[in-house]
């Protein structure tokens, strides 16, 4: 099992306007090989920023980079740019293989 996860930094009162472009945007996950699920992770907030983490788990991390070559991951992050302002600075990624599952 593979997990991919991206952590962004939201300006400060924009936290709802992030929330809402991911619960409003057509991910084209559901038939993707090796989807299994995925999650939005809001954390603490300080003087700068809210932290948000987006969280997916697929199959193996094969599958996971071939979703990142198709055109369902190209639909999905269609107008991933089109709300710059509630970014501080570009997402961070971090992917991970499952060594213990319980």
């Not at 992030?18 to 993707?32: G, Q």
């Not at 302002?85 to 971090?94: K, N, R, S, T």
């Amino acid at each position: 099992m593979y997990i991919a996860m991206n952590r962004f930094r939201i300006a400060l009162g924009r936290e709802q306007d992030f929330i809402n472009i991911w619960k409003n945007r057509d991910t084209h996950l559901e038939s993707v090989p090796g989807f299994k699920e995925f999650h939005l992770l809001q954390g603490q907030t300080n003087e700068e920023c809210t932290l948000f983490a987006s969280h997916s788990v697929w199959t193996s991390e094969d599958m996971f980079v071939d979703w990142t070559k198709s055109e369902a991951f190209r639909k999905a992050h269609a107008n991933a740019g089109s709300a710059k302002d509630i970014y501080l600075g570009p997402p961070q990624f971090e992917g991970f293989n499952v060594v213990i599952y319980s």
